[in-house]
Antibody, heavy 116, light 112 residues
Framework: EVQLVESGGGLVQPGGSLRLSCAASGFTFSSYWMSWVRQAPGKGLEWVANIKQDGSEKYYVDSVKGRFTISRDNAKNSLYLQMNSLRAEDTAVYYC?????????WGQGTLVTVSS | DVVMTQSPLSLPVTLGQPASISCRSSQSLVYSDGNTYLNWFQQRPGQSPRRLIYKVSNRDSGVPDRFSGSGSGTDFTLKISRVEAEDVGVYYCMQGTHWPPTFGGGTKVEIK
């Protein structure tokens, strides 16, 4: 059974940093593009970033470029999102998802709240 | 960015009746490989999104056959042949053809 379990969310002050993790199981992690998608409270879905199977290609939505870094460790079946210079508008549930052009499995999400 | 426009915003439906959601993109979603990366997701209250349909009309495993997707180019439709109580939630279309992937604003399906 495919499972994606996010962790690392929490309350952080504006300008602060947070590192999200996603533990994958039930499939060959190294064979898939992986993505982060977020959802602000009561709002719709927004793509954040994705990363190729071997980590050689990474893409970011403009609003997080230069502040967020996506990475992966295929030996640990894990996906990461390093978030720096956080802003109030980054407040959202962050989902880890398998795939790129149409993610077929999603985690349960982890809530990031940016507030003073 | 490609803008995905869904309608209606809200869709009250009687149990057992059909429902239809429209999704229009600001650019053609046909990719250079000939595929059209248009997906539909269901998000039930308090849950993560679940993919229902990929590449316009392909149903995911375990998705009831009352869900169907159709369309081409810039105009797409999700249809539920007979709405059941478990179908309540928000439905999103999403394009994966152009970077960045973008989602429609969502259509809330509720029971009358």
């Amino acid at each position: 059974e495919v499972q994606l379990v996010e962790s690392g969310g929490g309350l952080v002050q504006p300008g602060g940093s947070l590192r999200l993790s996603c533990a994958a199981s039930g499939f060959t992690f190294s064979s898939y593009w992986m993505s982060w998608v977020r959802q602000a409270p009561g709002k719709g879905l927004e793509w954040v970033a994705n990363i190729k199977q071997d980590g050689s290609e990474k893409y970011y939505v403009d609003s997080v470029k230069g502040r967020f870094t996506i990475s992966r460790d295929n030996a640990k079946n894990s996906l990461y999102l390093q978030m720096n210079s956080l802003r109030a508008e980054d407040t959202a549930v962050y989902y880890c998802a398998r795939g790129s052009e149409g993610p077929d499995y999603w985690g349960q999400g982890t809530l990031v709240t940016v507030s003073s | 960015d490609v803008v995905m426009t869904q309608s209606p915003l809200s869709l009250p439906v009687t149990l057992g009746q059909p429902a239809s959601i429209s999704c229009r993109s600001s650019q053609s979603l046909v990719y250079s490989d000939g595929n059209t990366y248009l997906n539909w997701f269901q998000q039930r209250p308090g849950q993560s999104p679940r993919r229902l349909i990929y590449k316009v009309s392909n149903r995911d495993s375990g998705v009831p056959d009352r869900f169907s997707g159709s369309g081409s180019g810039t105009d797409f439709t999700l249809k539920i042949s007979r709405v059941e109580a478990e179908d309540v939630g928000v439905y999103y279309c999403m394009q994966g053809t152009h970077w960045p992937p973008t989602f429609g604003g969502g259509t809330k399906v509720e029971i009358k």
